[in-house]
């Protein structure tokens, strides 16, 4: 699947070939202080899906349905630049964009020289495929992480986001942790806050702003990714659950699972091709990707890469939810 605000490897990087994976040593477990922080949240039952019918059909935001949840904690944040630095140089991990050579950075963000652009994405041109991008230069061979250190991390796949898990001794959310996580305890809402976008005129959260692609008026004051903790939390404590960079959930995609979803710690289907990834990014714009709302989902292939995606941790607090010896949910 490919969502029109986060192109998949095979849409924009068609020339690329993954290089072999270099030897390097056994990850080791993240030491204190590293760690980001997570919230402790006592799970239970909510109302998931899209209550107000204004989803794209092929995503599967309906039915809504009821989920129980057993307690689980999940990062306040999205995982910064700085910790997945931590976690690079602790283990020696190169991610997939390194491995491949190159990853998607939006046209404005380009900070590369000509000979770095190695193409665009067919049916979304304003994705680059920039040769040197990855994590550690976000907007190309020309930027550093450094100059962003508490900016979330991006240019990093599904496999990229496990891998860190692994380290941190954590796990991906599953998409239904992540909903309840983000809806903060309030049934039926459209975003964290409320119904309404900008409420008396207040940017709540880093979305496209004006005429998309070309024109950015930056009322909320970034072209790409914010600082994380840039906008007030919701109720559970949780930052930028809408806008700023789309995160990846433990799930395999189906735009058909909600119509079979247990009732019960649901973990998404057995197998897929694309993984889910949730809260929209700083692209959205309801011209044409209205999908930083709380019901929204989207997804991409595990390998994937791209300027504005990231991840935030989750933890057990429970026998009732088990990791796999590769972080994975079962």
């Known amino acids: 699947m490919d969502s029109c605000c986060t192109p998949g490897r095979t849409a924009v990087h068609e020339h690329t070939a993954l290089l072999p994976v270099p030897s390097v040593p056994a990850p080791l477990t993240a030491q204190p202080g590293t760690r980001p922080g997570l919230v402790d949240l006592p799970g239970g039952e909510f ?15 309906q039915p809504v349905h009821r989920v129980e949840l057993a307690p689980f904690a999940i990062a306040a944040t999205a995982i910064t630049n700085a910790q997945f630095a931590a976690f690079a140089a602790a283990t020696g991990h190169r991610t997939d964009a390194e491995r491949y050579g190159s ?50 991390v991006v240019h990093v796949s599904w496999d990229d986001a496990v891998a860190y898990c692994r380290w941190a001794d954590a796990r991906l ?64 404590g949780l930052y930028e659950t809408a806008g700023n960079v789309w995160e990846w959930c433990a799930d395999w995609f189906s735009p058909t699972y909600y119509r079979r979803s247990p009732r019960h710690n649901p973990l998404g289907p057995r197998t897929g091709t694309a993984r889910v990834t949730r809260g929209g990014s700083y692209l959205c714009h309801d011209s044409y990707c209205n999908r930083y709302r709380l ?7 595990p390998e994937s890469s791209a300027g504005n995606c990231g991840f935030r941790i989750a933890r057990d607090v429970s026998e009732d939810i088990r990791t796999g010896s590769t972080g994975e949910l079962r």
Request: with cysteine; hydrophobic share 30%.
């Open 47 to 61: 109302l998931m899906g899209d209550t107000f019918g204004e989803g794209y059909p092929s995503d599967g935001e």
């Open 103 to 152: 990853s998607a950075v939006f046209h404005l963000a380009l900070r590369a020289r000509a000979r770095d652009v190695l193409g665009r994405a067919p049916r979304t041109p304003w994705w680059f495929d920039v040769a040197g991008a990855d994590w550690a230069h976000p907007a190309g061979p020309l930027s550093h992480w450094e100059e962003i250190p508490d900016h979330p």
């Open 295 to 301: 019901a929204a989902r989207s997804a991409n292939t």
């Open 173 to 236: 959310p599953t998409e239904a942790e992540w909903e309840y996580a983000a809806r903060g305890g309030h049934r039926g809402r459209r975003y964290p806050w409320g119904d309404t976008l900008t409420p008396d005129g207040e940017d709540r959260c880093n979305i496209w702003h004006g005429t998309f692609p070309t024109h950015n008026t930056l009322s909320d004051g970034h072209l790409t990714t914010a600082p994380v903790r840039s906008h007030p939390p919701n109720d559970h």
